[in-house]
């Protein structure tokens, strides 16, 4: 036992917290384009979509689902919902869910990739519904926002590469940050729902990989989740504007782990996110590192990040009570060698588990091969 390494405070690093993420999106300086009625693109669910609006406000009942999942890839598994909607009126914020998924006057919401170095993968953006193509941009470089600041990114262009879609009688939806070079409409193409509109980029004001998606009816913002907008002392969905299966797939979630990795050098979350450290082939290496990277930790959240060695044993396994919650969490524990590094199967899992009224249990594995 006492050739075990467990991990105390100390080398348990917070490299990234939580204020400073803030991506600004959205269009200034409309640009001249032909704003005409669509007729054929307009879908029927659409069309009473409208109508149900008008209505029903008051009750939020009655919202008929039309709007996909506009990324392709898996929800939970290889992209997530990292930021929803605010709102709070004032300087806080608050997601549908009255937890705390935004960032304040954030109107749209986030489809995010594990890391930066996903987006190579050119996962698709989608139309989220048949429509039109109202207006384009392509051409803005990715990453601006992390590799200079925000300020370096030009003023109007803060959404980065985007699609505006028009689905007919004022109901729009906008696709930001797209990767340079992706955008694969033409203005004024009518596309059908789920088709490739680009692919998800760090274009703009991103500071990670994600779509944004904005939903907006007559030029003013709708949460998809919360089209009626938030009353006093409610929380949680009521009525909907994706389809059940989109809904279904989309269900809330308070807390994300999005990747985890085993290292033979010290981590840190820039050279992770730029896809390293996942890798162990020095059999010299002083000591091994299991990482994880998670969104919207908490006080009180146990962690815990065990390595099993290729016998199955457990090489390390720590825990440790988070004193404090990060928009975007990065932390990593150490095993230092204790003897020769065999050959075989090396696998990290972490464990984060949150109790209260709603328990949430989130756990990722990763498994490397010491030739
Ligand atoms: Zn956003």
Redesign the pocket.
Known sequence: MSRWIIIGACVWMVVLGGAGLF?V?GWEGRSAVASTAITTATPTNVAESQSQVRQTQATQQAYPGWLNIPVGCTIGRDCWVL?QFDHDPGPDFRDYACGARAYNA?K???FGLATDNDMRRNVPVLAAAAGRVLRLRDGETDGVAVAQGVGAVPKGRECGNAVILEHGGGWETIY??MRRGSVAVKQGQSVAAGQQLGAIGMSGKAEFA?L???VRYKNNPYDPFLPGGMKPGACGSVGSLWTPAAAAALRYSPLDMVAVGISDTRPNVAGVNNGQFNSFTRRDADALFGWVLAWNTKAGDILRVDIQDPSGKALLSTTQKLDKGYRRHFRFAVKKKSGAWHSGNYTVTATIQRSGRTPVTRQMSRTLKLR
């Open positions: 991506m999106t930021q954030h749209g919401v986030d930001c940050h994600h944004h998606l904005g």
